[in-house]
């Protein structure tokens, strides 16, 4: 897929740069910046019934947009403009596999700080169960060395958003971990509570299981069950929809989300901007990693599958891991190549009819990086699991047209000075 532009669309898009130029507001930390108005307007510069149909009745789709801009200074260093669409920390969206990302990142933190001699990421990494709903992991046929690790299961989570790999870092983490560390470090608005595509009870998910790690046959680190001092989610309910679908019938009430995971589009974002851009928050909310942890992490975020060796997600020659599965924004209503001098790092969820990107996009060639997260729930029929959303037919579409309205705009948009973007040029599997 070719990225265009063409001159009248270049003239319209630079007069739009240069008339909204004086809306931008600078943001710290803390702030989102209210100004709806240059997204839309973005939007609306292009020829889209999709974005049409959107901005037409942005409340049914429940549309939540955060897109940061970039700035340089002589010395590199990264300045932000924060523009939101929608954006309401009160609006409640099932993140899905978006919540996967700080999840990988605290497994790396908290591997660190075990300090453990011998520990790291590549270590053997075996779950044992000790109490029910609990299941046991001593293989992975898909590794290298056909055994588990926390490398691996990150690895998987990126790629591909292996839905095991999040599971068994969540067990490894913690519910009280998980929680603590991304509320001391200004996360308030998350709560991730719960496994995935697994069907644990409340009080299942708050226990988690016996993990230990090794060299070979020696014992590295031992961790036993734990169980959540904390109630994490309490008694709130959070009622969506008309109805879903429960062992094959229809039940005809809202489906209580009270009890799911959670976390806003600003706090994605906010996970987002840590890992990418580190030096540029305050030290204690930092995630403790080191600059292979971050070397890592940017690889396997802007990994596509035909590049993973192992897994080897391209053995079958009708493997549906197309370059845009895990890519929404720009290419997610395509399955063409990606061109290789666009990368994004991101990390994105689908389910019960929402769809959430979070990404950190650059164009090496045209010297081009934003930051974009957006949420969007696409379920006409307000019935959950019957497997009949408008995914393919507007939540895609949409999301792909929001990275090439974007991207488009940023392309027009006139920098003081060009970014030295090698950082985030990394070696990949193949």
């Not at 270590?123 to 060395?145: C, F, I, P, W």
């Not at 989570?157 to 991304?182: K, T």
């Not at 396997?300 to 929404?328: G, I, R, V």
Request: hydrophobic fraction near 35%; charged fraction near 25%; proline fraction near 4%.
């Amino acid at each position: 897929m070719k990225i265009l532009i063409y001159p009248l669309q270049l003239l319209l898009l630079l007069l739009l740069f240069f008339s909204c130029n004086s809306q931008q507001q600078k943001t710290t930390d803390k702030e989102v910046a209210t100004s709806d108005n240059l997204i839309a307007e973005i939007l609306r510069s292009r020829e889209s019934e999709v974005i049409d149909t959107v901005l037409s009745k942005p409340k049914d789709f429940k549309l939540q947009i955060l897109y940061t801009q970039i700035n340089r200074d002589e010395n590199n260093k990264p300045s932000f403009t924060e523009y939101a669409y929608g954006v309401n920390r009160d609006t409640y969206f099932y993140p899905a596999s978006a919540v996967k990302f700080p999840i990988a990142v605290l497994a790396l933190q908290k591997l660190n700080e075990l300090g453990a001699e011998g520990l790291d990421k590549y270590s053997t990494m075996l779950t044992d169960s000790a109490a029910a709903g609990q299941t046991r992991v001593t293989l992975d046929s898909t590794a290298e060395s056909g055994m588990p690790s926390v490398a691996h299961y990150i690895k998987k989570i990126f790629v591909v958003s292996d839905n095991d790999a999040y599971n068994r870092l969540y067990e490894f983490l913690g519910q009280d971990y998980i929680n603590n560390e991304l509320h001391n470090k200004g996360l308030e608005d998350v709560r991730i509570v719960h496994r995935l595509s697994v069907f644990n009870t409340p009080e299942q998910n708050r226990t988690t299981n016996p993990v230990s790690f090794y060299d070979n046959a020696k014992v590295l680190y031992q961790q036993d069950m734990v169980s959540s001092r904390k109630n994490w989610v309490g008694d709130q309910s959070i009622p969506l929809g008309k109805g879903f679908m429960q062992n094959g019938s229809l039940v005809n009430q809202p489906k209580d989300f009270g009890q799911n995971n959670f976390i806003s589009v600003a706090n994605l974002q906010d996970v987002l901007k840590a890992v990418i851009f580190p030096e540029a928050i305050p030290e204690d909310r930092r995630f403790n990693l080191n600059d292979e942890d971050y070397r890592f992490l940017y690889q396997y975020m802007s990994q596509l599958p035909k590049e993973t060796t192992y897994p080897n997600y391209m053995a079958d020659t009708s493997s549906h891991y197309y370059d845009s599965y895990s890519k929404f924004f720009i290419f997610g209503d395509t399955k063409d190549t990606i061109p290789g001098h666009i990368r994004i790092f991101n990390k994105i969820g689908m389910a019960y009819g929402f769809l959430i990107d979070n990404a950190y996009v650059v164009d090496f060639e045209n010297n081009i990086e934003f930051m974009l997260t957006a949420a969007i729930y696409v379920n006409e029929n307000q019935v959950f699991n019957d497997n009949v959303y408008e995914y393919d037919e507007i939540g895609l579409p949409f999301m792909a047209e929001l990275g090439r309205a974007i991207f488009e705009y940023e392309l027009a948009r006139k920098k003081e000075h060009q970014a030295d973007l090698s950082k985030f040029k990394v070696s990949y599997d193949k």
